[in-house]
């Protein structure tokens, strides 16, 4: 250890702080008992216990303590950093410490709440934290962030419902936005949806919408686009595009991403053999134009999910299956319609629908999954064979039109997630950085979703979530410039061999390999010095990184380091 670590473990003022969380912490763990276990420890000159350390009266508690005994180290054990950390931050800021000379230990999630039945063990565990943090808080240094300049303005990508209504909204709130839309026309998937249950038109709506978009100052549109390359980061993102055959570079400081979705074609059901077999989607365009022929109509749920290559549910089928059926009674109250289902999923108060359809003489048969329906076409007729769940037998349907409720696909989402350097899930949609806390949000900063890129979703829910996408685009468009974190890798040029593993490694594309060039001089033999040598280092750019330290642990020689958790740092077990 270093003569100054040993001098700043000498000196340092530190003041702990518990919190109870409510009952959430202190039914569980004593915490009164907590904070007076904190004080035995060498320069811990202060500890108290809160009933609410992140309430109003408790921040300020915190400050109050700060000032009055002079500390300059913090450690707070409460809740878990994802929603707390930044707070407790800001309230040291303001008090004239360094933010990064704090830590917080998450006594609620590892103690309290992972040993709800066993206090002792939720005691003592938060003992050892305590003593952990505070061993490594005296060896904290202050870090100070790098702040960068914002190109006011957004990239939206897609021109569907999601987009437009993502760009409108940011539009309105006086910020610049490009849309670009792979497609010769805006509108995306809706432009093919005529209906919906309840009242509105989705036309209409569409229609008014574009047209508010193509007349906005604000909103420039790029359509039959093909995204050549995205580079850069939060506040400063450079993306080349081609359209009708030119290539144009967009700037932007946010990006939100609206790529909408599909519908699954099938290879189930003898679909494409025969024009009497169609999607729901089909149907529906049937409908509008009137061309729906017969008296019976069958429908089946589930065609390409819920299976082993698409263990998901498409979530939406259900509901278009019912809307349809609805819309055929209305046109037809004398329509035979039966749904052939393993299970109907109508979310919320669409329930009332699937009620509807019933009253009005919608069918209803439920079939195992591990007998699916079986579809023949004899002598130009249409029959579907089933086995009926509630009357345990088969039951043979002759119809005029089947109609498959096929899956719900993610666009081609493959080639754009590497470009912006963002997850996918398992099924291919984009994957948000976290379903509670960050929904709209990917990991990389500055990048949003909306739509049906993020999973299946009904028009009013699009519309909701690409408004809260503008929303959180707009917290950054607003600054002038942006804080990078502080707690970001660093290399020792010195140590490094170049080997990229680190480079390979990071998922932020925040290391890059140069050239160093030494020069030697051969004073014996000529006088003018030459390069021998070049060396390959790896650097880190700041802006990129996100202090994950997933770089440290491969490189070979130990030339990396992460700020805030230096091995010292961490290593430093205090034990009283």
Request: charged fraction near 25%; include cysteine.
């Amino acid at each position: 250890m270093s003569n100054k670590e040993e001098n700043k473990e000498e000196s340092v003022r530190i003041g702990t702080f518990i919190c109870l969380c409510g009952s959430k912490i202190g039914s569980v763990i004593d915490c009164k008992l907590l904070a007076d276990f904190a004080k035995t420890f060498p320069d811990v000159i202060y500890s108290e216990d809160n009933l609410f350390a992140c309430s109003e009266s408790g921040l300020a508690s915190i400050k109050n303590a700060i000032e009055k005994y002079n500390l300059e180290r913090v450690v707070i054990a409460a809740c878990t950093p994802s929603t707390h950390e930044s707070l407790f931050q800001n309230t040291i800021r303001e008090s004239g410490i360094n933010p990064y000379l704090f830590a917080l230990v998450n006594i609620r999630d590892q103690c309290a709440w992972a040993h709800m039945s066993e206090p002792e063990k939720a005691m003592e565990k938060a003992k050892e934290l305590i003593a952990l943090n505070v061993s490594r808080v005296k060896l904290l240094e202050p870090i100070y962030e790098t702040t960068v300049d914002i190109c006011h303005s957004a990239l939206v990508i897609g021109g569907g419902i999601a987009g437009l209504t993502a760009a409108l909204s940011l539009g309105n709130q006086g910020f610049n936005s490009c849309i670009i839309e792979r497609e010769k026309e805006l509108g995306g998937l809706v432009r093919k949806i005529h209906y919906i249950l309840g009242t509105g038109d989705p036309q209409e709506y569409l229609k008014s919408l574009i047209e508010q978009v193509k007349n906005h100052k604000r909103i420039k549109i790029f359509t039959n686009v093909k995204i050549e390359e995205i580079n850069g980061f939060i506040g400063n993102f450079s993306t080349l595009i081609k359209y009708n055959g030119r290539k144009k570079e967009l700037e932007s400081g946010v990006i939100i991403v609206a790529t909408g979705g599909r519908e699954y074609k099938p290879r189930e059901f003898l679909y494409g053999t025969d024009e009497r077999i169609i999607t729901q989607l089909e149907l529906e365009q049937k409908i509008v134009a009137d061309q729906v022929k017969g008296q019976t109509i069958a429908m089946i749920q589930c065609v390409g999910s819920r299976n082993e290559e698409r263990p998901n549910c498409s979530r939406i089928c259900c509901v278009e299956a019912i809307k349809n059926a609805l819309k055929l009674k209305e046109k037809n109250p004398r329509l035979n319609v039966c749904i052939l289902n393993r299970d109907i999923h109508t979310y919320g108060f669409k329930e009332d629908y699937y009620n509807e359809a019933r009253e009005k003489g919608v069918i209803f048969i439920q079939f195992d999954e591990n007998f699916e329906p079986i579809v023949n076409i004899k002598t130009n007729k249409l029959t579907i064979t089933v086995k009926d769940v509630l009357l345990n037998e088969r039951v043979t349907l002759k119809t005029d039109l089947i109609a498959l409720s096929s899956a719900f696909l993610p666009s081609e989402n493959m080639e754009l997630s590497k470009m912006l350097k963002v997850p996918l899930d398992k099924n291919g949609f984009f994957l948000e950085a976290h379903v509670k806390l960050r929904p709209l949000d990917f990991a990389t900063s500055g990048i949003f979703l909306c739509g049906a890129a993020q999973w299946p979703k009904f028009i009013d829910e699009t519309i909701s979530q690409a408004l809260g996408a503008a929303s959180r685009a707009g917290t950054i468009l607003s600054k002038e410039k942006i804080n990078i974190v502080g707690s970001v890798a660093e290399i020792d040029e010195d140590m490094c061999i170049g080997c990229g593993n680190c480079r390979d490694l990071c998922a932020y594309n925040a290391i890059e390999i140069g050239e160093r060039q030494s020069e030697y001089k051969a004073e014996d033999i000529i006088q003018e010095p030459i390069v021998e040598l070049t060396w390959y280092k790896s650097k880190v750019l700041q802006a990129f990184c996100k202090g994950c330290g997933a770089c440290i642990d491969v490189c070979p020689v130990g030339a990396l380091s992460l700020k805030h958790f230096t091995f010292q740092q961490i290593s430093n077990n205090f034990t009283k």
